[in-house]
């Protein structure tokens, strides 16, 4: 079935530096991949996306890869803050508009 | 502000009551679709209404139902609760023609 696989679970980086968080899907009719940021108590909000016909997309700190053929989407952040820190959850949208999340990455950031 | 809105904020039921959610989609949109999340999980797909039909159902049972008006807000009922339904239920809206979805606040649904 479709599924889609993050990781990893958690991440703590210092202030400053660099994170990477990874989600692999296996519905290869998937054409749209949004990550969201959520933090406690409240909504998901995107933060990027990036459709099936692009493979890169980038928005001041933070960049999404795409690897279709290997059916791997990265989210990229640099720079960290402290307020970067929250749950981040990659999702990937099939043709039907059916969204499969991943199982979501505790991101900490150290001052 | 996000524009989709929902309510109640926070809900106790017992188990074996009936439940409605409602959720308001922003506007110009015309899908909504419903998740369920469990603590520390992601959001699971539970069904997608697009100009008030059913289009698209996730991995829940018939209990698990919902609707669609001409305005676009949306209802999810569950009947026969259960403890395991116990969770964030969010909704979220888009234009079909679109790719973005924009989530409301959830509905904390506890069942005891």
């Known amino acids: 079935g479709e599924n889609v696989e993050q990781h990893p679970s958690t991440l703590s980086v210092q202030e400053g530096d660099s994170a990477v968080i990874k989600c692999t899907y296996s519905?290869?009719?998937?054409?749209?991949f949004p990550w969201y940021k959520q933090e406690l108590g409240k909504r998901p909000q995107l933060i990027i996306d990036i459709r099936s016909n692009v493979g890169e997309k980038k928005d001041q700190r933070i960049a999404v890869t795409l690897n279709k053929t290997a059916k791997h989407f990265s989210l990229h952040i640099t720079e960290t803050q402290p307020e970067d820190s929250a749950v981040y959850f990659c999702a990937a949208r099939n043709q039907g508009g059916k969204l499969i999340f991943g199982q979501g990455t505790e991101l900490s950031v150290k001052p | 502000e996000t524009g989709v809105t929902q309510s109640p904020t926070h809900l106790i039921k017992t188990r074996g009551q009936q439940v409605t959610l409602r959720c308001s989609s922003q506007?110009?949109?015309?899908?909504v679709s419903w998740y369920q999340q469990a603590l520390g999980q992601g959001p699971q797909f539970i069904f997608q209404y697009y100009r008030e039909e059913e289009n698209g159902r996730g991995n829940f049972p018939p209990r698990f139902s919902g609707l669609q008006f001409p305005n676009y807000s949306s209802e999810l009922n569950v009947n026969a609760l259960e403890l395991d339904d116990s969770a964030l239920y969010l909704c979220?809206?888009?234009?079909?023609?679109?790719?973005?979805?924009?989530f409301g606040s959830g509905t904390r649904l506890t069942v005891v």
């Open positions: 506007s110009g949109h015309n899908t």
């Open positions: 979220a809206s888009s234009l079909a023609s679109s790719s973005g979805y924009t």
């Open positions: 519905d290869s009719a998937s054409n749209y």
